[in-house]
């Protein structure tokens, strides 16, 4: 069956530097989603990419698709202690619903 | 419309015992997913509808898991003869698909189950 992978599983950064999380699959993907989980709470949507090497941004976030579709990142420029939470990957393969990658957790120091 | 909304927030239960969760979705959305996330882990899938069909389940949904969506409003899902492996957060989320365009999903608070 499909997986969906995340790198690095955990990340600790400064207040200010930036961080990026990488996400494989193993099948080609239709689209892709973010999500992001805070501590506590539940996953909550980001962004959909769906164009072989889209590029979109949300203020300081800038997400990636893959030109064959099977990878993804996020790049957070700059972070800032809001941006503590868990990011997560999810791809569509052609099933009805996503599969979620383990995710990445990231720490803000202030 | 508030969101999703999951009863309850929390449930403690023994072993051996059944227990019932309910999701309401967004009224808009014709689907509603229901997954199972353990700590350090992403969501997991287990089942969905659309509307009041019940078009997918998991592998990993033994016999003793059991989804309903009666008149494809609210969703209910029962495990029977909880096990100490059945403890999990278990989040329900809806969406509004059509065959073209994909949405995000919107998750509930989920419903956290302890099985002592």
């Known amino acids: 069956g499909q997986q969906v992978m995340q790198i690095p599983q955990y990340q600790h950064v400064q207040e200010g530097e930036d961080f990026t999380t990488y996400c494989n699959s193993s099948?080609?993907?239709?689209?892709i989603q973010w999500y992001k989980q805070r501590p506590g709470g539940h996953p909550v949507f980001l962004i959909q990419?769906?164009?072989?090497?889209e590029v979109k941004k949300q203020k300081r976030l800038t997400f990636q698709f893959g030109e064959a579709k099977k990878n993804s990142s996020l790049h957070i420029t700059a972070t800032q202690t809001t941006d503590v939470g868990t990011y997560f990957c999810?791809?569509?393969?052609?099933?009805?619903?996503?599969?979620f990658g383990k995710g990445t957790m990231l720490l803000v120091s202030p | 419309d508030t969101g999703v909304s999951q009863d309850p927030r929390h449930k403690i239960t023994k072993r051996g015992q059944n227990v019932t969760f309910r999701c309401d979705p967004i009224?808009?959305?014709?689907?509603l997913y229901w997954y199972r996330q353990t700590l350090g882990q992403g969501p997991e899938f287990l089942t969905y509808?659309?509307?009041?069909?019940?078009?997918?389940k998991s592998r990993l949904l033994s016999d003793r898991f059991s989804a309903e969506r009666p008149k494809g409003s609210f969703s209910t899902l029962e495990i029977q003869r909880t096990e100490q492996g059945d403890s999990a957060m278990y989040l329900c989320?809806?969406?509004?698909?059509?065959?073209?365009?994909?949405?995000?999903?919107?998750f509930g608070s989920g419903t956290r189950l302890t099985v002592v």
């Open positions: 989320a809806s969406s509004l698909m059509d065959r073209v365009d994909n949405y995000g999903y919107t």
């Open positions: 099948t080609t993907l239709s689209n």
């Open positions: 990419l769906v164009k072989s090497g």
């Open positions: 999810a791809g569509y393969s052609g099933y009805s619903t996503l599969t």
């Open positions: 009224s808009e959305h014709n689907r």
């Open positions: 509808f659309q509307n009041e069909a019940q078009l997918e």
